[in-house]
């Protein structure tokens, strides 16, 4: 099943809509039905949830629709395809190496009692599409707007350079005509179901919630001002945006070629190791071990080296900005019964190279008499009265929760970017690291301690804890 979802349901006596939203990936794919027919709308890698949501209505997967070329995970239309029959639709633009239809713009596709019009809306990428939803009545109802629209923000419209001549200003004066021609005519109770939330890397500012109406959204998201010029809109939508994850071509690659089916990623990569097997397997492949416990556990004991990135957390995004490469063998250090669950959010981002996990976890490590390593932690209470010794503070949140407040002897040092900032870190004396809660200074000190950086502090609870201990911020 997926993991870390939950489901919003709109449901009438002709259709049905629910929205699939993950978490991990601040990602919605949605689950229409009406009259025995289904689409799906940007689906997951892992098709299980939609093909068992289908057979519960006792529906045929009828299409699944892309609104673009995703580039923060793998989608699961070739595999969803395979499974059901149903047939993968593109917008205008769009080129595969499968099979799928590319759609025209204003094409019409009826599903049950309803009909899908596709609305080509290019600017976040060329080939990105919205796709209008008419009830029974001929009523439009709902846009699935990808990363066209999202809630608060629109997509970054730097992701789908690929010459000099295609600059991320003329991406964004695209964009702005696609809202201004193709969307913001449309009704204002036309509801918008995104592909993202707050969270994703594919926009700036997005709202926490995941559902709106368009006339709302006309009233708080930046990018809808109706008296916003092109050029103020271009400036404002490329403000500040920061690097995109390096694995972003790569899934981008992998959703238009085509991908492995994640059954055959996971029989190939839940191989249970012993401690020495899993040791000589690090050394002959190069592989990085990925420990996936909650932070608490990797702090008491982990094996040196090894990176911290865990399941409780912002998983799959983490592991692409860190790891960067798809490629990378990976050896596991995972909960007990939690390796199929890490194998398969690995595969999410295109991660597939698992090589497998140890066996028996960190304490049959250590019954083998294997070398250990842990972190020193301090609470935010002890903190503040050590604050006058004058030592180091590192603060690895982003840059806006950094210049929103902070600890004024603090040093920012962005986790995304640690690995561009290793000679800001005392090489042989102690400093404290900390985050907002906790697990993104572990991952932190993680990557220090492999780098050879061995003396990080972390302080339990992160920046909310630093508050409620009375520690002065600004």
Not at 5 to 11: D, E, H, L, R, V
Not at 139 to 158: N, Q, W, Y
Not at 252 to 261: C, P, S, T
């Amino acid at each position: 099943m997926l993991l870390n979802n939950y489901y919003i349901c709109s449901k009438t006596i002709f259709m049905q809509i629910e929205q699939l939203y993950t978490e991990c990936l601040s990602q919605g794919a949605y689950y229409i039905e009406s009259k025995g027919e289904a689409v799906i709308i940007d689906p997951l890698r892992d098709t299980t949830p939609y093909i068992k949501r289908a057979k519960r209505d006792k529906a045929a997967i009828k299409y699944v629709f892309e609104t673009h070329f995703h580039a923060d995970f793998v989608s699961g239309h070739v595999t969803l395809s395979k499974q059901t029959g149903a047939t993968i639709v593109f917008g205008p633009n769009a080129a595969t190496s499968f099979k799928a239809y590319i759609a025209k713009d204003g094409e019409v596709f009826t599903v049950g009692d309803i009909t899908i019009t596709v609305l080509h809306t290019p600017g976040h990428t060329m080939e990105s599409t919205t796709y209008l939803l008419h009830d029974a009545s001929g009523k439009e109802h709902a846009i699935f707007t990808g990363d066209t629209l999202f809630l608060g923000d629109v997509g970054r419209p730097d992701l789908a350079q690929k010459s000099a001549n295609v600059t991320q200003e003329h991406l964004a004066g695209i964009l702005f005509d696609s809202l201004r021609n193709k969307i913001m005519p449309l009704p204002n109770n036309v509801i918008v179901y995104p592909a993202h939330g707050a969270g994703s890397a594919c926009g700036k500012n997005m709202m926490k919630e995941t559902v709106d109406t368009l006339g709302n959204q006309k009233q708080m998201n930046y990018a809808l001002r109706a008296e916003m010029t092109k050029q103020e809109f271009i400036k404002e939508v490329t403000d500040g945006l920061i690097a995109p994850p390096a694995y972003f071509p790569l899934n981008v690659k992998m959703n238009k070629e085509g991908y492995e089916h994640l059954d055959a990623i996971i029989d190939r990569a839940a191989i249970p190791l012993s401690p020495d097997v899993f040791e000589m397997l690090v050394k002959l492949k190069g592989a990085i071990v990925l420990d996936v416990r909650h932070q608490s556990d990797y702090m008491k004991a982990h094996i040196p080296k090894s990176i911290f990135i865990g399941l409780d957390g912002g998983f799959a995004p983490w592991v692409g900005a860190i790891i960067k490469d798809v490629k990378q063998p990976i050896m596991l250090v995972a909960p007990q019964g939690g390796e199929a669950e890490a194998i398969s959010r690995l595969s999410r981002v295109g991660f597939d190279n698992t090589l497998g996990f140890l066996n028996g976890g960190i304490t049959c490590w250590q019954t083998a008499g294997k070398q250990i390593d842990s972190i020193q932690t301090i609470s935010a209470q002890t903190l503040k009265g050590e604050l006058v010794l004058g030592m180091p503070i590192f603060d690895v949140r982003k840059e806006g929760e950094f210049s929103a407040a902070h600890i004024p002897e603090a040093t920012h040092a962005s986790l995304g970017y640690i690995d561009d900032n290793l000679d800001l870190f005392p090489a042989s004396s102690p400093f404290y690291i900390h985050c907002a809660e906790g697990y993104r200074s572990v991952i932190a000190a993680s990557i220090l301690k492999s780098r050879g950086i061995h003396n990080a502090i972390n302080v339990t609870g992160g920046f909310t804890a630093i508050k409620e201990a009375g520690i002065t911020v600004v």
